[in-house]
């Protein structure tokens, strides 16, 4: 698709990576962006001084209040699931597994909620494009972020289900597999962490281009070969990062 001209809704608008990406679609001519966020973190958030940015309050674990912003955002042609949490602890230790259902809610429920009440939008609007900014944990899993991984990965799987329903309405389905971004949700956290601008601009590359798939970071790019060529090697170098662990890969 061409960036230029379109109009673009980004959940998660205000994090470190979506606030790049909104910059990113702004610079390359999307002439509307709804910028999409939970109320306290747009009221904090950076954006570009521009007329074509709209702050849109949503909680994308809120399946009704999506379905009102599909229906108030009629014009959309690009919509990106971005919006994720997360939390550094395993599955096995952790006291309880609310921590790990709150993620399912945002990073696999919300994607879902966006996808479904949006696909008819894109659909009318000519097909568009929709994008489901992964990790490359979705594609193997950390267990310091042992739940944060499971959602991704089940992400993953959907956004491969929504590539087959939707090719028929002909929108175009991108998932996007970066790896450790230099943002406030991976603060604290060691090892070498690519910048958010490079995958915003990778993102709209990928648009343009009209991929499938992109790994975005050398890291990502080593793990998709792992799991190509040996699985078990990538599970045990991933496995080795218990909860606790010091570092995020690099």
Known sequence: MHVNGCEALVTGAAGGIGAHLVAALAAHGARRIHAADLPAALAVAAFPDDAGIEPLPLDVADEAAVGRAAARCDGVTLVVNNAAI???????????????????????????????????????????????????????????????????????????????????????????????????????????????EAVAEGIVDALEQGLEDICIGAHSLQTEALMRTDPKAAEREFGALLPGAADIPD
């Not at 919300?110 to 494009?129: E, I, Q, S």
């Open 86 to 196: 997360i939390a550094w602890e395993g599955m096995m230790g952790a006291p309880r597994l609310d921590a790990a259902r709150a993620q399912f809610e945002v990073n696999f429920w919300g994607y879902l909620h966006v996808a479904r009440a949006f696909a008819p939008v894109l659909a009318a609007n000519g097909g568009g494009t929709l994008v489901s900014v992964l990790s490359e944990v979705a594609r193997v899993n950390a267990p310091f972020c042992g739940a944060y991984s499971a959602s991704k990965a089940a992400a993953w799987s959907a956004t491969q289900c929504m590539r087959a329903e939707l090719a028929a309405r002909g929108t175009h389905v991108l998932a996007v597999f970066p790896s450790s971004t230099d943002t406030p949700m991976v603060a604290g956290f060691g090892g070498e962490k690519q910048p958010p």
